[in-house]
């Protein structure tokens, strides 16, 4: 087989367009090897005892996958999907389809960095190269103002000198005609029960929206939320609201397994306001999106900072001896706070919250409860759908006053919240229904 072959390996970034490892692979290579690993690292308990990947996520990443191979069947080819270290799997493929190089997506977080050595070192006895790129933040590395270990640790310093300073690179387009090599050995996609759930199939229908994974139904989300709802003219008053589809985009989830690019969301923001304006609301969902950049450069800053009880504060919240019996009071829904535990079960039964939900449930459990605020975090990575490393680790340490929060002591009042945020008691009562007969005075 004469020519350039360049496996790409797939990981959080389950897209055709504004891909530039897909879009680079095409570019300089003959044939491309699309590949995507379930790694059993993903789906391990985790030293908190919870789970690394729930069921609701784990479905959702089989929808994305699933569709990721869909747009590589339809121009020709296919993905190649294995169950497996990838470290293990990679070399094989490589050796087995004759590739001269890998591409990749550098992560921040150091399991996934981990991983990328593993696989690094693997390739390396091979003389084969792993090629990094850059693709999951709006601003590019490079075209930030400052170096990563200068960045400013409170948000609005770095804010200010980014839009000041830095612009916003292009989308990549979607790749032209591809080539792959013949007669590939693609593999199926894995079912739940192969990756250790009990394989239900479970819809609430009080859930926000009805997600389902991959770069088509993000496309449709990002169409639907600008132009035929136009739901982004008043985000900035609806954005901490609790029900229903539009109050919030709801693009976290497919940003979070890629299936959207943050730049992608920008550059639509431009185009709207384009056509209607700018507004304050166009801006706050950009800001969104500068947050989550945000904290993904302050993990490259901090590395496992965010990982440690006392964050790069350097002092941990105190902690209850109760801890363990309020931990499983408030995972489990049974505070007695209605609010908190309306946003609970919104969680445990959907896989997602309203950011104004998770901030509540979060300061509660470390300032109210005193529970050690990682297990917060290892709870949220299990349950979320939009679950990513940087966010929220960056979040919960935040909240616990051990990260980027300039504030000596942030403290939710989470019972004004209830009647600021749900005065009526809507919320509660589509998630308690027990509480039902309670009037609006009374039910919080």
Not at 16 to 44: M, S, W
Not at 159 to 166: A, F, I
Not at 235 to 246: H, P, V
Not at 259 to 265: A, D, G, K, W, Y
Request: with cysteine; hydrophobic share 40%; charged share 25%.
């Amino acid at each position: 087989m004469s020519g350039k072959t360049i496996l790409v390996w797939f990981r959080k970034d389950l897209r055709i367009h504004d891909n530039e490892i897909l879009t680079e692979a095409v570019r300089r290579g003959d044939r491309i090897i699309p590949v995507y690993c379930f790694d059993p690292k993903q789906f391990e308990l985790t030293s908190f005892n919870t789970n690394k990947t729930g069921l609701i996520r784990a479905r959702f990443l089989l929808e994305s996958v699933a569709d990721l191979r869909s747009s590589f069947r339809a121009a020709g080819g296919d993905l190649i999907i294995r169950i497996g270290k990838p470290e293990s799997i990679l070399p094989e493929l490589v050796t087995k389809y004759k590739a001269h190089e890998v591409y990749h997506h550098r992560e921040v977080a150091s399991e996934e960095t981990g991983v990328s050595t593993l696989v690094e070192n693997a390739l390396w006895k091979l003389k084969i190269n792993l090629r990094h790129f850059i693709g999951h933040t709006l601003y590019h590395k490079e075209d930030l103002p400052f170096p990563i270990n200068t960045i400013p640790d409170v948000f609005t310093s770095f804010r200010k000198k980014v839009e000041r300073d830095s612009s916003v690179r292009s989308c990549f387009d979607a790749p032209g005609a591809m080539r792959f090599p013949e007669n590939m050995d693609s593999g199926e996609l894995p079912k739940l029960s192969e990756l250790g759930f009990v394989d239900t199939e479970f819809f609430d229908d009080r859930s926000v929206i009805k997600f389902k994974g991959g770069e088509t139904e993000a496309l449709k989300r990002l169409q639907h939320y600008f132009w035929n709802s136009n739901s982004v003219k008043t985000y900035k008053q609806t954005r901490n609201s609790l029900i229903g589809a539009d109050y919030s985009s709801k693009f976290s989830a497919w940003i979070a397994l890629g299936c959207l690019s943050p730049r992608e969301v920008y550059w639509e923001i431009k185009k709207y306001e384009q056509v209607h304006g700018a507004s304050d609301s166009t801006y706050s969902l950009f800001l969104e999106l500068l947050w989550r950049d945000y904290f993904r450069y302050m993990f490259k800053k901090y590395g496992n900072k965010f990982f440690q009880k006392a964050g790069f504060k350097g002092t941990a919240p105190d902690e209850g001896e109760n801890q363990d019996q309020f931990f499983e009071l408030w995972k489990n829904a049974e505070t007695g706070i209605p609010f908190i535990d309306a946003n609970m079960r919104e969680l445990n039964a959907t896989g997602f919250m309203s950011n104004r939900g998770r901030q509540n449930v979060a300061s509660f459990l470390v300032k109210d409860l005193k529970v050690n605020w990682m297990w917060g975090a290892a709870y949220f990575e299990e349950k979320l759908i939009d679950y990513c490393p940087a966010n929220n680790w960056g979040n919960w340490a935040y909240i616990a006053g051990v990260g980027n929060d300039p504030r000596e002591y942030r403290h939710f009042n989470v019972l004004k919240q209830a009647m600021d945020y749900d005065p009526q008691g809507v919320y509660i009562r589509l998630w308690i229904p027990e509480l039902a007969a309670i009037n609006a005075t009374q039910i919080h």
